[in-house]
């Protein structure tokens, strides 16, 4: 049986979608936006699986909706850097994250930053969070990176998990460098790392003054090195 042919749109539909998803993209563009990168290296299953749960905590602060664009980076294997489209919505960045499994290979916290700055230069971004445990790279290239991005206003938010006093020495660096903060947990603190990142979430939407209006410990922390330059 021949199948009718199909309905073509008409030039006033094609016009009224192309505007809708102008507007989509116009509202999404406004909203603070919030660069979340997490290690998916081998070891990192585990963690990655906490942190896709936990990431809820970035869009519903103090059980208010919050108005913040998301964008899910992450690294693995041979080379692999991948950076999903800006969301806003938590129910998408765990559906993608869901779909992700950690594979060995070296951490790229260097190609990071210079995606993250390239990102901040064509729409400026409130912060960067960053959840890893390791990392393989020259201390002093990663420092040099995080001084250009607290020169773009583009504070880190470093959150360690584990206790490799030479990742924290470097962190801790660039997190003071960038004008960020810094934060250690480990895999038994899941209502920290909860803590961290509704905190820096608050603080993307609101600045200072939010990050000190959300209260509890992980503000505190975060608020004390802002105030303090990092340390």
């Given at each position: 049986?021949?199948?009718?042919?199909?309905?073509?749109?008409?030039?006033?539909?094609?016009?009224?979608?192309?505007?809708?998803?102008?507007?989509?993209?116009?509202?999404?563009?406004?909203?603070?936006?919030?660069?979340?990168?997490?290690?998916?290296?081998?070891?990192?299953?585990?963690?990655?699986?906490?942190?896709?749960?936990?990431q809820q905590e970035m869009f519903h602060v103090s059980g208010k909706v919050t108005a913040l664009a998301v964008q899910l980076c992450y690294f693995r294997g041979f080379?692999?850097?991948?950076?999903?489209?800006?969301?806003?919505?938590?129910?998408?960045?765990?559906?993608?994250?869901?779909?992700?499994?950690?594979?060995?290979?070296?951490?790229?916290?260097?190609?990071?930053?210079?995606?993250?700055?390239?990102?901040?230069?064509?729409?400026?971004?409130?912060?960067?969070?960053?959840?890893?445990?390791?990392?393989?790279?020259?201390?002093?290239?990663?420092?040099?990176?995080?001084?250009?991005?607290?020169?773009?206003?583009?504070?880190?938010?470093?959150?360690?998990?584990?206790?490799?006093?030479?990742?924290?020495?470097?962190?801790?660096?660039?997190?003071?460098?960038?004008?960020?903060?810094?934060?250690?947990?480990?895999?038994?603190?899941?209502?920290?790392?909860?803590?961290?990142?509704?905190?820096?979430?608050?603080?993307?939407?609101?600045?200072?003054?939010?990050?000190?209006?959300?209260?509890?410990?992980?503000?505190?922390?975060?608020?004390?090195?802002?105030?303090?330059?990092?340390?």
């Amino acid at each position: 049986m021949t199948k009718p042919p199909a309905r073509r749109s008409s030039s006033q539909e094609i016009a009224q979608f192309l505007q809708e998803s102008r507007t989509i993209t116009q509202f999404v563009d406004k909203q603070p936006r919030l660069l979340f990168a997490v290690d998916a290296t081998a070891s990192r299953q585990p963690t990655w699986n906490r942190a896709r749960q936990l990431q809820q905590e970035m869009f519903h602060v103090s059980g208010k909706v919050t108005a913040l664009a998301v964008q899910l980076c992450y690294f693995r294997g041979f080379g692999e850097f991948r950076a999903s489209r800006w969301l806003t919505d938590s129910a998408e960045l765990a559906r993608l994250m869901g779909l992700v499994q950690c594979e060995g290979g070296r951490t790229q916290i260097a190609r990071l930053l210079k995606h993250a700055q390239s990102e901040h230069r064509n729409t400026p971004m409130r912060a960067l969070v960053f959840i890893g445990d390791a990392m393989e790279e020259n201390p002093d290239n990663l420092c040099d990176l995080a001084g250009q991005c607290g020169l773009l206003k583009l504070p880190l938010f470093l959150f360690q998990e584990g206790s490799d006093r030479q990742v924290e020495q470097t962190l801790r660096t660039m997190a003071k460098l960038s004008g960020g903060a810094y934060a250690r947990f480990d895999s038994s603190s899941a209502d920290l790392l909860a803590g961290l990142l509704g905190a820096v979430a608050s603080f993307a939407t609101g600045g200072r003054t939010a990050l000190q209006a959300h209260g509890g410990d992980s503000a505190k922390l975060l608020l004390k090195q802002l105030l303090d330059g990092g340390d």
